[in-house]
């Protein structure tokens, strides 16, 4: 019985190169200009590790393209829940409201047509949204996600027209509507204060 002990089963390329032979013999030329010699697993085994080594070479750019996704998939979710949310929530519970009471007769069912297009489009951001927070908390935390690249251009478009539709349409007839008493742009601006204003608890 051989009391030789088996070699370690390589683990890696370079490994099964080094342990074993490559994968490509030389040509026969040059097998016949170099015979084999004891020191031609030596240069093989190099040929393994400059490859793997060349590959390498591109680590720290991949390693800044993470940290970079990792940090844009966190700003993404600190935007959702610190700004657009609230901003969605402070809309229809603060200034909808009070362009809608402050519309005159004739501006009441325009106004409320736009309010009903605003907030639907609150719901389709939102809801895009939802598809996609679980992926971006994952990319946050580091790990490897698949974002689905088609939802998120979805979800910027969408947000897009609304932000436009917005800005060009509803809020400059928002501004004239509670501009013509001051009173109700007054109350209007203490009650978005309010909403920021931090909760203290106080003592019994």
């Avoid at 004891?38 to 093989?44: I, M, Q, V």
């Avoid at 700003?75 to 901003?87: E, W």
């Avoid at 005159?104 to 939102?126: D, S, W």
């Amino acid at each position: 019985m051989s009391s030789l002990t088996p070699a370690p089963n390589a683990t890696t390329d370079t490994e099964r190169t080094c342990a074993n032979e490559p994968t490509m013999s030389p040509s026969h030329d040059v097998a016949d200009a170099a015979p084999e010699t004891p020191l031609t697993s030596f240069t093989r085994c190099h040929l393994g590790i400059v490859t793997q080594l060349e590959g390498t070479a591109r680590l720290p750019e991949l390693v800044d393209a993470a940290n970079l996704a990792r940090e844009m998939a966190q700003s993404t979710l600190d935007l959702f829940r610190r700004t657009i949310i609230p901003h969605h929530a402070e809309e229809e519970a603060e200034l909808f409201p009070a362009v809608l009471q402050s519309a005159n007769g004739t501006e009441r069912k325009a106004v409320r047509g736009m309010i009903e297009r605003l907030t639907a489009e609150h719901r389709e951001v939102e809801g895009l949204w939802k598809q996609l927070e679980p992926s971006v908390r994952i990319a946050a935390r580091g790990n490897r996600s698949e974002v689905d690249a088609e939802v998120m251009e979805e979800l910027v478009r969408a947000f897009l027209r609304h932000a436009r539709y917005e800005e060009t349409v509803f809020l400059p007839l928002a501004e004239r509507i509670l501009g013509r008493d001051g009173n109700h742009m007054a109350a209007l601006g203490l009650a978005l204060h309010l909403r920021h204003v931090p909760q203290v608890v106080g003592y019994i």
